[in-house]
Nanobody, 126 residues
Framework: VQLQAFGGGLVQAGGSLRLSCAGSRRTFNMNTMGWFRQVPGKEREFVAAIGRGGYNTRYADSVKGRFTISRDNPKATAALQMNNLKSEDTAIYYC????????????????????WGQGTLVTVSS
């Protein structure tokens, strides 16, 4: 399953960006969709995830209240709306999918995700 992430770029602190991720229509609604980010030299960290049904979400404490994850199952897309961006949000952002047996399952550990997009760079200038 290939995932493609879009929407990264350069933005000033306090600004907004919206990342999108396109997946396979055949399997999209069987998977939790997650966003992770990584700064060179640091470990990849969890950002947000959304369950199969679109009503269960999880967020890292560092982005709660600023980021919103969503999904559109018929279109096989997921999105991460990022508001009030801070310089510490600068990273490469990856979308990923993890098979979920039930709609209420929302994985947050990167090792549970089997499919990853290519990453998109988000740079927040202060």
């Amino acid at each position: 399953v290939q995932l493609q992430a879009f929407g990264g770029g350069l933005v000033q602190a306090g600004g907004s960006l919206r990342l999108s991720c396109a997946g396979s229509r055949r399997t999209f609604n069987m998977n939790t969709m997650g966003w992770f980010r990584q700064v060179p030299g640091k470990e990849r960290e969890f950002v947000a995830a959304i369950g199969r049904g679109g009503y269960n979400t999880r967020y890292a404490d560092s982005v709660k209240g600023r980021f919103t994850i969503s999904r559109d199952n018929p279109k096989a897309t997921a999105a991460l709306q990022m508001n009030n961006l801070k310089s510490e949000d600068t990273a490469i952002y990856y979308c990923a999918s993890a098979y979920a047996r039930r709609a209420d399952i929302v994985q947050v550990i990167s090792s549970e995700y089997r499919n990853w997009g290519q990453g998109t760079l988000v740079t927040v200038s202060s």
